[in-house]
């Protein structure tokens, strides 16, 4: 099957202002989303942080679970968190997948709340990309803290998932980053 | 359409020796689950917590972003949180929706990682019952804390979802109640 990797992004994201900004690391997410990753398979969560001090509680979250006395009182965690890679920024991500250019190159994904311009792909024509007859480079799905995605992220991409929108539509349109994982997840592999 | 509220269950529910225990009241399941809900078009959630501190947590989180400063900085948040009702039982949320008996009884559907005995509805069938065309009574949600819903909870429903499981099979299933709850409803309302 073709490899699935995601990256929770905290630079370069936006603010509520639309302001370039980086966020803190949330401690719920490494753990929503390892599990999330974990059991729709995928090959590697990196929590992509420019800080080294966050990258450092990132990487104590998850050897806390994965080798300390979390994993003893919950294997179940040790399962899913060693799915995580704490990496310094998006290139280091690239890189360990098989670089942004070249005979390896993989494809990048994004994933965001409203239509941010670019073509859009939808999650039907997503789910195809990855059914387990088709072959292709390895996939990094990004997902963005804070308010999303830098424009330029988006724009480099090589797939824009379209926003996840309910049926009974509402107005109202601010998932959490942990909810639209799950959801992004289940519709391309559940 | 058919109203559709959901339950966070803190009692009764199970630890990981199946034992039936009571679980503290986590503030981002609060605020991911009311995120989820809003952004699907549910009615009521109802945070269900026997003990009367933490109740009193729950309302103190709910008022924070609905009438203090939260919703200053936050207006977004207001609109979801505003669906949170806390009650001390699971009777109380089902009065409030029209009771489980007479003439106006709700339906309660169960949601479970994995399959609990008792027949299974698919999501394919239940989303057809949350069509627009279809009228029914309310439907009320319940969402387990802890390692699940009762037996006793599960064994009274009257639709008993399916587990989630991915298409990348794989021998792990252990989301979070915040991934889980947005999975469901992106299944049923999606």
């Known amino acids: 099957v073709r490899r699935l990797a995601l990256a929770l992004v905290h630079y370069p994201v936006l603010d509520r202002e639309g302001e ?96 941010r311009g670019g073509a859009i792909t939808t999650y039907a024509d997503a789910r195809g990309c990855l059914a387990d007859s088709r072959e292709g480079p390895p996939v990094l799905l990004l997902f963005g803290t804070g308010w999303g995605l830098s424009p330029e992220l988006v724009a480099n991409a090589d797939v824009r998932l379209e926003p996840i929108v309910g049926r009974r539509a509402t107005a109202y349109n601010h998932l959490s980053v942990r909810a639209a994982c799950a959801i992004t997840f289940d519709r391309l592999l559940g």
């Open 20 to 115: 370039l900004v980086t966020t803190a690391i949330t401690n719920l997410d490494v753990h929503d989303m390892a599990r999330t990753a974990r059991t729709y398979g995928a090959s590697d969560f990196f929590v992509v942080h420019p800080v080294a001090a966050q990258r450092l509680l990132a990487q104590r979250i998850k050897d806390h679970w994965t080798l300390g006395s979390g994993k003893r009182r919950i294997p179940d965690r040790a399962i899913a968190l060693e799915l995580v890679r704490v990496v310094e920024s998006l290139d280091e991500a690239f890189a360990a997948l098989g670089g942004r250019t070249g005979p390896d190159a993989i494809e990048v994904w994004t994933t965001a709340a409203s239509v």
